[in-house]
């Protein structure tokens, strides 16, 4: 037998080799959807900004679903997010007063009173890939005191755009990784 003639087995071997490499995507081409599951329209992006915010604080728009981090020069990095419920948003100012990677979460009281489900993460939900804030958490503080509401990662990057939460801002893993890398604890916030 020839050693450079392709078999019949020899293809289907390579064939099946290239599909468990992970060579393919996770979503059809032409679907919209990023590879983690996100509109496309929803990727963070350098925008113009003619807000009158300072360099290096974040303005969260609830009704856009975006979240701006003033860049300076008529420049803002532009970050999709999921917002809170109806009724369940901060609004006004606050001000970073944690960071956090990994974060652990543990429900409110009035998050268990709205959501009897929530009740079985009573003890809390330790950091990790399988907790809802993902990858990181910047904790807003109001007067030095925490306000329990968040901007931070999710492990439901779909929901992206959507009014789902108790609150809490949410961006993807990817965005919540990048903003926390920009923002150091002091930094201002603007939730409208």
């Not at 329209?41 to 915010?53: D, L, M, Q, T």
Request: proline share 5%; charged share 20%.
């Amino acid at each position: 037998m020839d050693e450079h003639n392709i078999t019949r087995r020899g293809l289907v071997l390579g064939s099946l080799a290239i599909l468990t490499t992970g060579c393919t995507t996770n979503w059809p081409l032409g679907s919209g959807l990023t590879s983690s599951g996100v509109k496309r329209r929803y990727v963070r992006k350098e925008v113009e900004y003619a807000g009158s915010e300072p360099v290096g604080s974040i303005v969260v728009n609830t009704y856009e679903r975006q979240l701006y981090y003033i860049e300076g020069d008529g420049r803002a990095m532009r970050y999709a997010v999921a917002v809170g419920e109806e009724g369940l948003t901060l609004k006004g100012r606050a001000t970073i007063g944690r960071k956090a990677e990994w974060p652990s979460w543990t429900p409110t009281a009035s998050m268990i009173e709205r959501k009897p489900n929530l009740g079985q993460y009573a003890g809390g939900v330790p950091g990790g890939p399988n907790n809802p804030l993902g990858a990181a958490a910047l904790y807003l503080y109001r007067g030095g005191q925490d306000t329990y509401f968040r901007l931070h990662g999710t492990n439901a990057p779909w929901l992206i755009g959507q009014a789902v939460s108790n609150g809490c801002i949410r961006l993807t893993n990817e965005d919540i990784v990048d903003l926390y890398s920009r923002v150091p604890v002091g930094t201002q916030v603007l939730v409208i």
